[in-house]
């Protein structure tokens, strides 16, 4: 009896000894069935940042698909923005000529005018594209009341009321036979001297003793700023001149009091660097507010390119061949007995050759005349290269004016 509880005594340490060795070889798979390399912890981790990651991508092709259903919907909105009728009230006859400071108003279609201080508008009841004409009710003196200029649009311009738009650019063009426009220079390269047809160049500073635009990064940055600039409606008059003015010799002639009126006669016999005098002359007590100049290449060419866009006449850059004599501002005609005038802007491309600002680099004819003559078939946008100081019937020039920056 004594030796079976001996045995049993035994019996059960050894089998406690298997038992803490069983556990412990159990204890250590299960240690690294958790956290050996496979185990169930790196599993579980691995789990988490698979689901981290698939939630993420899931997430980010959300976001895409919503960005994409936006864009979709905002491209939908803008083309039919584009395509929704303009209902807008004009304000163009709320300026009576009296206000002190430029004055910002809008045609029918929304588009942009700026008026000079002591110009009107004489047609309110129109819209840019047709031309909008200012008149001077406030010159300093009786002579100069009553000079007209244009509105010339720069950006984007409604042309009807379905919304339809175009783009007009400052800068120096060339125009093909068909009317195709050429951008050759843009504004914010004025500094450059770019030129164009081989020859042709718009610089800030003389080479020849000519005259050069007074300022032509303010009138760029004016023309930014404001959205356009003003032409002369008709080419610069000699106010005193009941008769066309004949002189002898080459001499320039500052005899008379330059106007933009129609009815007339050119003022010619007048060389391009006096013809920048009297321009700017014409409104210099008013440069607080807008000044005047003789036209540049920019202005010209931009002038005919808003024409072209902006009228039924698609290839006015063309037109040309129009009356054989002289005649009074406003009243040339071409072969049908049209009068030149597009966008209520007149002689372009008849009447006298006008002075610009441009030069040419070719020969010793480096001054630059623009548009059409009486004297021969160019369109209104030739250019050709005259002598410095000669002053002849066949030339006039044209004034600009732009609003202070």
Known sequence: MEKLKKSIKGITIISLV??????????????????GQEGIFKKAKNATEKYANASNNEIK?????????????????????????IKVESTLDL?????????????????????????????????????IIIQDVQAGDDISKGNEYVW????????????????????????????KETLHQTSSEYEKEVIIQEYYVETIEDKFGNAVPENLGK?????????GFYIGRYEVGANEASEKRVFQGNTSHMDSTP???????????????????????????????????????YAWDTTISFIQKCSDNKTYSQSGSLQTILTTTGNSKDANNNKDVVCNIYDLAGNSYEYSTEISL?????????GGGYTGNSPSTSRFSRGVTTSVEVRSFRTIIYLEV
């Open 61 to 85: 092709e959300i976001n895409n698909f919503s960005n994409t259903i936006e864009n979709y919907i905002n491209d939908y909105m803008n083309e039919n923005e584009e395509d929704k009728p």
């Open 259 to 297: 106007v933009v009126k129609s009815n007339k006669w050119p003022y010619t016999f007048v060389n391009q660097k006096d013809a920048s005098i009297l321009s700017r002359q014409m409104y210099d007590n008013n440069k607080e507010n807008y000044s005047s100049d003789l036209i540049n290449s």
């Open 152 to 179: 010339v649009p720069v950006g984007k311009i409604n042309i009807n009321e379905n919304g339809e738009s175009v783009n007009i650019e400052l800068g120096r063009y060339t125009f093909d036979t068909d009317g």
């Open 18 to 35: 298997i038992t803490i060795i069983v556990l412990l070889i159990l204890s250590g798979v299960a240690i690294n069935l958790s956290l």
């Open 362 to 370: 070719y020969d010793t004819n480096n001054i630059i005349v623009r």
């Open 219 to 227: 009138f760029v940055i004016s023309v930014e700023k404001y959205g």
């Open 95 to 131: 300026v009576n000529g009296e206000e002190k400071t430029n004055t910002e108003v809008n045609d029918s279609l929304g588009n942009k005018v700026v008026v000079p201080a002591g110009f009107k508008i004489i047609n309110p009841e129109k819209n840019v594209t047709d031309g």
